[in-house]
């Protein structure tokens, strides 16, 4: 949230808890995807955040996945540059996925 005022904004009155457990259900589901699992819910998430819903603006994708690094390094001890562009590569197709929803 701290990469954008606007980000920012939209959690004002979140549930943080709640939104903390999506999350890491999100990025499960990114990661099972990558591993060849069925992307019906990354869909279903890009559906839900499209600019009919949430409408969250597909360039905050990248605001989160540079924030959702800078945590890997902060609590990873063999955070390297090289897990980093495998995070990212991982990541990637199902964060198009839900992109591409918008």
Same mark, same amino acid.
Request: hydrophobic share 40%; charged share 25%; net charge neutral.
């Given at each position: 949230?701290?990469?954008?005022?606007?980000?920012?904004?939209?959690?004002?009155?979140?549930?943080?808890?709640?939104?903390?457990? %999506?999350?890491? *259900?999100?990025? #499960?589901?990114?990661?099972?995807?990558?591993?060849?699992?069925? &992307? =019906?819910? +990354?869909? $279903?998430?890009?559906?839900?955040?499209?600019?009919?819903?949430?409408?969250?603006?597909?360039?905050?994708?990248? %605001?989160?996945? *540079?924030?959702? #690094?800078?945590?890997?390094?902060?609590?990873?001890?063999?955070? &390297? =540059?090289? +897990?980093? $562009?495998?995070?990212?590569?991982?990541?990637?197709?199902?964060?198009?996925?839900?992109?591409?929803?918008?």
């Amino acid at each position: 949230m701290d990469s954008s005022d606007e980000i920012r904004q939209r959690f004002v009155n979140t549930d943080m808890a709640a939104q903390r457990h %999506l999350l890491r *259900n999100g990025i #499960m589901q990114l990661i099972l995807v990558a591993r060849g699992m069925s &992307d =019906r819910k +990354l869909r $279903a998430l890009g559906e839900s955040h499209n600019r009919h819903n949430f409408n969250i603006n597909p360039a905050w994708y990248t %605001l989160w996945l *540079n924030a959702l #690094m800078k945590a890997v390094n902060k609590h990873d001890p063999e955070y &390297d =540059r090289d +897990l980093d $562009a495998q995070w990212r590569e991982v990541l990637h197709p199902g964060i198009e996925l839900i992109r591409g929803a918008y």
